[in-house]
């Protein structure tokens, strides 16, 4: 796994340092004073900002790394040439352990048909004392107590909208704090006086995904904020600790190979690719003041998003995720994937941009933010290979009589109608198995 | 125009609920061609008429109107879609006179307090006749903004904000023609009076006449609230079946209309900073057609539960409602309430930064394309259901509270959400039958409402 990570690494590096000779942009470089002036008196319209961005390209999409993934394999496992009822006939062809629905209904034991959610059982026909009055009381007094182990296991029913700005800060561990505040406006700082070459890819990026979505176009600003403070925020190489990855690194000129002279570029380690600022976007929802939205950001990102796009064997993982996906539905949907496999619709070509996104920008936000409070509850990322198979379930009548790739994307392209929970809950607990 | 009389049909109130005849077809005539067209092709029963073809539902412009309902006759079952006199509501000057008097009459007869309701629209002076009371106002409140707003436009043509009387005066003297854009059509050939008649003007006048057209001159409303640092305004229907009594519906769906650039004071003359209609976004250099400067009212809604908490949006949504009530209840006397009459309502409303919501104006002929594939389902949805309450089918039993997206919020008195509770009287306080931004199941309400007509039917004949 780590040998595929690194070379996956190597392979962004150099499409990153070949934009950087193309366009003959320096990775890094300090701004003249003039400039510095002028983003800082800009700093909270920099969506309004149309730097001519048409020969940037995002150094990688979802789906240059799936089929990275595609192609892993395990030198040690011996796969048998006979096809038996028990190979794989999924993408992911390595053999890691995952979860099956028995083991999923243990896991997520919250989620059944006798628990109330919310999402479900705060709908209009249901009477509020019957759950919902209730559940919010319970929210409220966790908050007043400040328990973090007691809200995470309360965020599993769902967390009513009021508190959940306050509950998510209560779990991820954040308060802020004078410094941090203080470290925020170092970063801020940073960027005023440095300007990177990632920072047109995060400006292309936001271009070209948030400020096109109909509901997130409002955030633009706040994304930039965010965005911009965390490619230098080098508190994050922290989490290369516990990730498979490792950060790439860039010499200053003239020293290449010189490891006194090697720093880590971005400053964070972490290059952003298509899409990376829809792990933002949703939070701008909830938290209005840059520094708190921003500390939220960075916590979820070391937590869980760095899951979604680094190849590793843990169970959050992306590669996990692919396969859980995969093996539930092959599995339990066995006529309806064995269908679209036939017709070279193989599933995972079409959820894995769902999961890579933690399925944000296409769900709708209240549905989205009920989603991730059950990923902040349950402290693991397999719920989003769950919803994927569900929403497979849940249109596999569609599903069966198309006959081409296009249009079983097209069955699956709007998915902002879905109701989150019901589907989950009814895939784990209601189907017959 | 006279119609012949369909003697098998029986004429009643839509609240009386005696049996009516079924019409073998509905006969419908319009010149719109846009979301209507689709909803009403598509209904069933329904058939087109064109030209001079006699119609039983017509939903008509307001230049027709008011050139042709004087003399049109029309059965007791015909509907047309708009009030003979709606301009009381929604020409701004008249709308302002009749909510002065209104707010008057509740001072005299209810005190202050109730009086008090009335302050949902910003400082409003007709121009040029209360230009001098509009002078005093301003000597007392030096360096405020101000908008000036032409009467009868629409799409926010003619707009413009000043801060000093020298900028109006200059618009006075007929050199106005500077400070308008170029969106501004050039000044009327014509003069368009009140009444909307158009006079002809012989080629003499027109080079001495300042434009005749009035404005109202109205205090701009300079800490709006700011979603990412826009503006926005919301728009929302109201359907109103008859004056008299009143009884009006309230549509749950509509949206917020995002000012596509950040909110500042400093350029007054940005005119695509301050005015949130599409019609204006769509020709700023920002706009990008594929982004949609909307939000449904349900995420708008969300939004602000989860910043201000639950009880400050159940408070800013009845305000809300009050100022549904109350403008509608200030022309109640004036509208010719002609029971063939219904009209649809687009309400532009703006929330300042202390959550209270202010009325900016009542648009009869709400603007029924779509901009994206979600306000086309909206605006679908709404026609449908206007339809539904209108009743060419006669199916409706006159008692219902709910149709589709439509809430009754007003029947001749207020409509309580409870069944059974007893509604006060007067205009004191009431829990309205209201759910402006909240779930729109109509298409199960609908089914399950003709299923127990129709099953209501069967067991009575």
Same mark, same amino acid.
């Given at each position: 796994m780590r040998k595929a990570q690194g070379s996956w690494e190597k392979r962004i590096l150099k499409s990153l340092n070949s934009m950087c000779t193309e366009l003959s942009i320096p990775l890094a470089r300090k701004r003249p004073v003039g400039e510095q002036k002028e983003l800082l008196s800009k700093w909270n319209e920099m969506g309004t900002d149309e730097p001519d961005l048409s020969l940037f390209r995002p150094v990688y999409a979802p789906k240059d790394f799936l089929e990275v993934l595609i192609n892993l394999r395990n030198p040690n496992y011996e796969n048998g040439d006979s096809l038996s009822f028990? #190979?794989?006939?999924?993408?992911?062809?390595v053999p890691l352990k995952v979860k099956d629905i028995p083991e999923l209904k243990e896991f997520f034991v919250e989620l059944g048909l006798t628990t109330g959610q919310l999402g479900i059982d705060d709908s209009t026909q249901v009477p509020p004392e019957l759950f919902e009055n209730e559940h919010v009381r319970i929210g409220q007094k966790v908050l007043a107590e400040q328990d973090g182990a007691a809200a995470q296991q309360y965020i599993r029913q769902g967390s009513p909208t009021a508190l959940r700005a306050d509950l998510w800060a209560l779990i991820l561990n954040i308060s802020s704090q004078p410094e941090d505040i203080l470290y925020y406006e170092q970063l801020k700082t940073n960027v005023i006086q440095h300007d990177l070459l990632v920072d047109s890819l995060i400006y292309k990026d936001v271009k070209l995904t948030a400020s096109n979505d109909d509901y997130y176009f409002v955030f633009e600003d706040y994304l930039y904020q965010v965005l911009l403070c965390f490619s230098r925020d #080098?508190?994050?190489?922290?989490?290369f600790a516990y990730n498979s990855a490792s950060p790439p690194k860039s010499y200053i000129r003239g020293k290449l190979g010189l490891e006194e002279y090697a720093v880590f570029y971005p400053p964070n380690g972490v290059i952003p690719f298509h899409g990376f600022s829809m792990y933002v976007a949703p939070l701008c929802f909830l938290y209005h003041e840059p520094s708190k939205l921003y500390q939220i950001f960075r916590e979820m990102y070391v937590r869980f998003f760095f899951r979604l796009h680094s190849i590793s064997s843990h169970p959050s993982g992306i590669v996990s995720l692919c396969l859980l996906f995969e093996t539930l539905l092959q599995t339990y949907l066995p006529q309806l994937f064995y269908h679209l496999r036939e017709i070279g619709a193989q599933p995972l070509r079409i959820s894995f941009k769902w999961m890579v996104r933690a399925f944000s920008g296409y769900l709708a936000t209240d549905q989205l933010l009920l989603l991730w409070d059950r990923i902040l509850g349950y402290n693991s990322l397999e719920i989003l290979a769950v919803l994927a198979a569900a929403v497979f379930a849940f249109r596999a009548v569609n599903l069966m009589e198309v006959t081409s790739l296009a249009a079983a994307e097209a069955v699956l392209a709007d998915l902002s109608t879905l109701k989150v929970m019901p589907l989950l809950q009814i895939f784990l607990f209601a189907t017959v198995t | 125009m006279s119609r012949p009389k369909n003697q098998n049909y029986k004429g009643h109130g839509l609240s009386k609920g005696k049996e009516r005849e079924q019409r073998a077809s509905i006969r419908f005539k319009t010149t719109l061609i846009n979301t209507l067209m689709d909803v009403l092709r598509h209904r069933p029963g329904w058939v087109e008429v064109k030209d001079e073809g006699e119609w039983d539902f017509y939903w008509c412009d307001v230049s027709w109107l008011r050139e042709n309902f004087d003399h049109t006759y029309m059965d007791e079952h015909v509907r047309i879609s708009h009030f003979r006199n709606h301009y009381e509501l929604t020409r701004k000057n008249y709308m302002v006179k009749n909510l002065k008097r209104f707010r008057k009459q509740l001072e005299r007869e209810a005190g202050k307090l109730e009086a008090?309701?009335?302050?949902?629209?910003?400082?409003t002076f007709e121009m040029p006749c209360e230009y001098h009371l509009f002078v005093e106002e301003f000597r007392k409140n030096p360096g405020i903004t101000w908008i000036m707003k032409p009467v009868a436009r629409s799409q926010g043509k003619g707009i413009f904000l000043f801060r000093r009387l020298k900028d109006i005066m200059d618009w006075r003297k007929g050199t106005a023609g500077k400070k308008l854009t170029s969106l501004e059509a050039p000044p009327a050939r014509s003069a368009v009076n009140p009444s909307g008649s158009h006079d002809a003007r012989s080629s003499d006048d027109q080079k001495d006449e300042i434009p005749v057209e009035n404005y109202v001159a109205q205090r701009y409303i300079e800490n709006p609230y700011l979603i990412g640092g826009r503006k926005f305004d919301l728009r929302v229907y109201v359907l109103v079946m008859s004056y008299l009594p009143l009884r009006a519906w309230l549509y749950r769906d509509g949206f917020a209309r995002f000012s596509n650039t950040r909110f500042t004071l400093s350029s007054i003359d940005d005119q695509y900073v301050h005015l949130t209609n599409v019609a204006v976004q769509k020709t700023s250099p920002d706009y990008h057609a594929k982004k949609g400067c909307k939000w449904m009212l349900q995420r708008f809604r969300q939004y602000l539960a989860s910043k201000h908490g639950p009880e400050a949006v159940e408070t800013l949504f009845s305000d809300m409602d009050n100022i549904f009530v109350r403008s509608l209840q200030s022309v109640q006397k004036v509208i010719i309430s002609d029971k063939h009459c219904f009209e649809l309502y687009g309400y532009d409303i703006l929330i300042d930064e202390n959550l209270k919501p202010w009325l900016l104006e009542v648009n009869a002929s709400p603007s029924l394309t779509a901009s994206s594939q979600e306000d086309y389902e909206l605006k679908i949805c709404l026609l449908e259901d206007t339809l539904h309450v209108v009743d060419m089918e006669a199916r409706?039993?006159?008692?219902?509270?709910?149709?589709g997206g439509f809430d009754l919020m007003w029947n001749d008195g207020p409509v309580s959400r409870e069944e059974g509770a007893p509604d006060l009287s007067g205009m004191g306080n009431f829990v309205t039958n209201t759910h402006l931004g909240c779930i729109n199941d109509r298409n199960n309400q609908l089914r399950q409402l003709f299923r127990s007509l129709q099953s209501q039917k069967k067991a009575s004949s």
């Open positions: 028990r #190979t794989h006939l999924g993408l992911i062809q #080098t508190s994050v190489l922290g989490h | 008090a309701k009335c302050d949902f629209f910003p400082k409706l039993t006159g008692r219902e509270k709910r149709v």
